[in-house]
């Protein structure tokens, strides 16, 4: 079981939020089975990590994402999508439900494509900056996502913090200096160079830090969902 490392995403000042990704896709191994289809895929980064588990991949996005998509299928999320009801195993979407103007046809839609007895797997934000502006509406309380889930018809549903207050504090931190590196080349270097061990250190302490966090929920960068069909 492996995952790979070459995120584009993935850099000096951030390596926590994938590490601790990752921990959380290894967790969920036992949901991944038959047909998986990827909502919002964007680049595929994790395509040959699912495709250890499941028989078949399929992603979709839409043409005018920010990223380089993979698609298998062109879609609009916030519009009826073009797959068939049923032929799911499992539906998985990470990082994709704050972007959609729509978010409840999405999980509609998971439903609808998924098998009786299917899974999704689901990541969103909760104290996150802004990004792929103006392609970012909502944030999601666990509350708000049990309520949109079970309106699509999901049971079984978990909610997970996916950090605590020293994690989210770090990673905060991290992005908003991240933003300083500019310049020249050596400028960039000289800065990165004050920097890279205050990230690094933040990164490592941070998860132990939040053991001291005695309600995750309440200051989580994220959550992750699982819930069946």
Known sequence: MKISKKHSNRKLHNWLVYNIGDKFLLKNVPLY???MYDLGCGEAPYKDFFLQYVDQYVGADWAGSFHETKADVAADLNKPIPIDSQVADTVISLSVMEHLSEPQNM???AHRILKPGGNIILQV???WWIH???YDFFRYTPYGLKYMLEKAGFADIVVEAQSGFFTTWVMKFNYFTRRFVRGPKIIRACIIAVLLPIWWLGQVLAPVLDKLDRNWALEASG???TAKK
Do not use: D, I, M, T
């Open 33 to 35: 089975k038959g047909v």
């Open 125 to 127: 934000p909760w104290q």
């Open 132 to 134: 792929e502006a103006p």
């Open 107 to 109: 999980l509609n839609e």
């Open 223 to 225: 959550y992750y969902v």
